[in-house]
């Protein structure tokens, strides 16, 4: 069975940090692109951060630039999203999905119509 776990999420007060795994099953990573995206409350799922498979290049969404950051370890199957700083909008379920895209650039955020597997979401809550 194909799938994708998050985990690591959790309640943080505003200003702490979070540290997020997808982990893969039945499939290796190494050869697809990985997205993170988040759904808040009330709103839209949005593209949070991107990492492609060859040389680990990234996109990050302007709202998270320089607090997060997205990474993989191919050895352990898995892709990490860092969270630092992390404010009262930043409260989503975060959700992982994979791509197969060998090319893909690293540049720009990935289609969420074009991702292949996702995972079903871990919440991360922002509140003093």
């Known amino acids: 069975q194909l799938q994708l776990v998050e985990s690591g999420g959790g309640l943080v007060q505003p200003g702490g940090s979070l540290r997020l795994s997808c982990a893969a099953s039945?499939?290796?990573?190494?050869?697809?692109?990985i997205g993170w995206f988040r759904q808040a409350p009330g709103k839209e799922r949005e593209g949070v951060s991107c990492?492609?498979?060859?040389?680990?290049?990234?996109y990050y969404a302007d709202s998270v630039k320089g607090r997060f950051t997205i990474s993989r370890d191919n050895a352990k199957n898995t892709v990490y999203l860092q969270m630092n700083s992390l404010k009262p909008e930043d409260t989503a379920v975060y959700y992982c999905a994979a791509a197969w895209m060998p090319y893909y650039s690293g540049t720009y955020q990935l289609p969420q119509y074009g991702m292949d597997y996702w995972g079903n979401g871990t919440l991360v809550t922002v509140s003093s």
């Open positions: 039945g499939f290796t990573l190494d050869s697809y692109a």
């Open positions: 990492i492609n498979s060859s040389d680990g290049s990234t």
